[in-house]
Each structure stands twice: as structure tokens, then as C-alpha cells.
């Protein structure tokens, strides 16, 4: 029943990335939690880099500076 | 002055099934809490298939294999 | 599927309380995406009233005031 | 380390303004903490208007009718 | 980068297992996105089984019912 | 209307020092927003460091190193 919400920054993540996450995820919860048939929910979200800050600047503002 | 958050898969809600998500829900919470006056605040995220899991595999994959 | 999370001001919700939330939200989400067999899942969180601010002010402090 | 997740309805913020709340936000944050060296994360949602309910009613709705 | 919030039933997790939740969870965002010196963070919700319902019942309940 | 909902490790924070976030939060938010009457709604969260990892470890155990 654990409930995992993933947040990422949007870059073109494929269907095949998301799956491996959330294969990967569950695996690690439940052997973790050391239970059977376990109903593990996970949601990605996945957020623009002018969404996200940090240390008070925009990941898209960073990356553009960095990649200067 | 609660606040709910509804993550449900995107599948052409309309506006209107919002509406009464949004309604419903906040009568049964005002209900309960047996309040007047409160300010509810509802928030529906509608998630992406492919980024929604569920024991270890995306809906978007559970939901072609079912279909097959 | 749908998950729910629900954050109400913590004031000795009783077992029967949550219990109706629970139903009652419950029943709306599903009677309104009109599916069998749905796995709702709701999560409540009880959140102190210093903790909870609405127009620039605690709850804890706007209570106080308005009971003076 | 603070994690914050700011919700606002969808409506043509820029990305100067998403600036302003990241740069704001983390600055008021670490002022109150009085730590130096912490790495804030902020998270901003934009959220459609149809999407978001409050006192049992959408946004989108209510707008609508005040504009009358 | 990634911000990953676990909600588990409280049930007396061990200071372990929440290190071995972090320490795995992290290596999988970090192996399927690819890349190096991410700061993952992680954040282990543990809720009550009466504020956790699933299928409109209280998880509380629920196994109470399946003991009896 | 917008909702903020901010998670920092647990340790002592005074009833004060969260007034001031929720004040000088909202003050950014109404700021940037540039509109009167908002209701901003902000949450707290308190996180224990056993519960919160970054770049796979316990906050609680990267503080015992780094404290050694």
C-alpha cells in the first residue's frame, strides 16, 4: 500500500526510463518492507526547469549559466 | 480550511465531472467536520498514464495488456 | 486508482470521523469516474495549528484572537 | 534542505515572476532558519483553473460568474 | 535533483530499513537517470492506519477484519 | 488562493519562527502575484532527520559524522 509521488525535472524522460523507475521503486520498498502482494502506487511528475529552484535560482536559469 | 489534493488518471475528465468531484468532496469533508463557513480547497492533478504505477507497472502497459 | 490526500487542522478527529471521510470521499470519486473496481486511496493528515497559516497568519494565533 | 511546493492557478506567470517567488521564498526561509549553506528546493505547480476548487466550486466557474 | 516523498503505514520502521528505503530508492533514480552528483532527497511519511483508507475503509479496520 | 506546503527537518522550530515564515512567505507570494484579498493557505511540515535522506543517506546520520 506505500504511496511514492517522484518529482523530476521534464527532460524527455521516455516510457522506457518511467518503467525502470517504477520497477526499480517498487522492488526496492517492498523487499525493504519485506511483504507480499503489496499494492504499491507511484506518481512521476515531471516539472519544467523555470519551476524549479534551488539555493534560490531556477534550475533552467543554472544550467544555462553553467553551460556558458 | 482543509485542503485535498485528487491524483487521478488523465482521461478526459470534463468540466463538469470536476464540478461534481470538487462539490461532492467538500460536502462529505464539511460534513463530517460539521462546520460552517469553512474554505475548502480542492486541487485535481490529472496524471499521465505512463508516469502512474502500480505494483511495479505503469497503467499505460497494464492497461494494453488487458486489453489484448 | 485515484489517490487522495486530505490535510485537515488537527482537533481530536475521532476514529468514526476519519472513517466517514473515508467513505464519503470515497464514494463521490468513484460514483463520479463511474468505475467498478477502483482502488481508492486516501491518506489524512492532521496538521497542528501553529503549523497552518491561511492570509499570512497562524490558525493557532487567528483562533486565539477571535475567542478574546 | 527545506523542500517547498508552491500551487497557484495557471495563468501566464513568467518566468522573471517564478524568479521573483524562488529567489523570495528561499531567501525568507533561510532568514527564519538562520543557517547558511542550506539547499532550498522549490517546487512551483501551475494548476488549471477547471482544476481547482474552493468552497465547493471551480475557479474557472467562479471567475466567470464575478466577470458577469 | 529528484524530490521523492514515501508515504508507509507506521509500523515501527527501523532507523535500517528507512536507510535502506533512502539508500536504494536513490540508487535507482540515479541509475535510470544517469547521471552523477544528483542531490536525490527523499522524505519517509509514516501515517496512522486510521487516517489511511483504501477501497473506502479504514486500513485499521480493514485488518482487524482480516484477523478476527 | 495559493497553497504552499513546506517541509523542514525537525528540530525546535518556535512558534515564532513559524509565523514569521508563514508572514514573510506570504508576503512574497502576494507580492509577485501582484493581487489583493488573496487567501494563501501555507502547511508546514516537520520531517524527522531518521525520515529524511539526502544523496542516499539520513539527515540524522550525515549530522553524527559531520559532528564527529
Known sequence: MPYI????TKENLSQ???????????????DVLDK???TTVIIIDEVDTDNWG????????????NNE
Open 16 to 30: 522506457k526510463q518511467k518503467a525502470k523507475i517504477i520497477e526499480g521503486v517498487t522492488a526496492v520498498i517492498e
Open 5 to 8: 509521488n517522484i518529482k523530476v
Open 54 to 65: 534551488i539555493q534560490g535560482e531556477q534550475v533552467s536559469i543554472r544550467r544555462q549559466r
Open 36 to 38: 507480499k502482494k503489496r
